[in-house]
């Protein structure tokens, strides 16, 4: 059964001497609002860090992973699992399918792939399995002060260079040999920011849960995803990131009709804006002045319970 109630959630998160999200329009350094100098991540970023997770835990092979297997994975054609999905259908994997075609091949990819039913996807770029529309969507997130993007000079004690001509493991050891040493190492850069704490904003819809399975099931892995996913992604570029927190709104219902409440929770009780604005509910305090280093020293979250709008609980994960 698919879930039954809408969540809004506030996903904090830190990064300490790395780089949290390059930007490739920047030659990779660190995202940034250029006004004001707020560090910025993208959605993409973290639901490739929540497949991964995912991937992790439940395996790569479809058919052992299934229904938790990872749709958008590394180097991969995604037109092979719609094709997959055609055939398993016995749809047109060569294209063209009619209507019935199509839905039974986009059911079949919400039944395995555990991110098509939480992110959605397109999927008519080849034998045509239609889009589904997530009912899990995440904001860019947002650091709370302004960060400082620093380009950071490397030794490389080595080169990797294409010698012309060279064929073997031989030739390129000649060409060493024939090399002054300062020439076979170089200069690298290094793009990071000494400390960044983002907030990220989640939404959950009950209703679009219903037209791509999403459950409870896939909901605690969610959770479970964000709480750790981190801690299964180290590289150096990354430096060290951690979740800081993450504050989940479920809407519950106020109506002493059983129907109605259902229908109430599945519907929401207040605004997102009301649950997930700044210092409204949760509230992040700075402790003291001055460029924060780190989570423990320069911030606290203070959650104001008295707030919650009428039929809204506040979990703390």
């Known amino acids: 059964m698919s879930i039954q109630n809408r969540y809004e959630f506030l996903y904090l998160f830190d990064c300490e001497n790395g780089n949290p999200n390059g930007d490739p329009d920047a030659g990779n350094s660190p995202r940034i609002d250029p006004e004001d100098m707020h560090g910025l991540v993208s959605d993409v970023a973290l639901k490739r860090r929540v497949r991964n997770f995912i991937q992790g835990k439940f395996g790569a092979d479809i058919t052992s992973a299934t229904p938790n297997a990872v749709y958008v994975q590394h180097a991969t054609n995604l037109n092979k699992y719609i094709t997959k999905a055609h055939e398993e259908t016995k749809g047109k994997p060569e294209g063209g399918g009619n209507r019935n075609q199509?839905?039974?091949?986009?059911?079949?990819m919400?039944?395995?792939?555990?991110?098509?039913?939480?992110?959605g996807a397109v999927m008519s770029t080849g034998a045509n399995a239609g889009q589904v529309r997530g009912p899990v969507q995440i904001s860019f997130a947002r650091s709370l002060d302004p960060i400082l993007p620093l380009d950071v000079s490397i030794t490389r004690m080595a080169v990797a260079e294409k010698v012309s001509g060279a064929r073997t493991a031989a030739d390129?050891?000649?060409w060493e040999n024939e090399q002054e040493e300062d020439k076979l190492r170089t200069m690298g850069r290094k793009a990071l920011i000494p400390y960044g704490l983002y907030v990220a904003k989640g939404f959950i819809s009950a209703n679009l849960a219903k037209g791509t399975g999403f459950s409870e099931g896939d909901l605690q892995n969610l959770w479970e995803a964000l709480l750790n996913m981190y801690d299964h992604d180290r590289s150096a570029s990354k430096g060290m990131m951690s979740c800081r927190g993450l504050y989940v709104f479920k809407h519950v219902g106020t109506d002493t009709d059983p129907d109605r409440r259902i229908q109430q929770a599945m519907l929401g009780c207040a605004p997102a804006h009301k649950l997930l604005d700044k210092d409204t509910i949760v509230e992040i305090k700075k402790k003291k002045d001055g460029a924060p280093r780190s989570f423990a020293?320069?911030?606290?979250?203070?959650i104001h319970r008295d707030r919650l709008p009428t039929g809204v609980e506040l979990l703390t994960l």
């Open 102 to 108: 199509v839905v039974n091949a986009r059911d079949w």
């Open 297 to 302: 020293d320069s911030y606290d979250v203070v």
């Open 110 to 119: 919400c039944k395995t792939f555990f991110d098509v039913r939480t992110f």
């Open 172 to 174: 390129y050891e000649k």
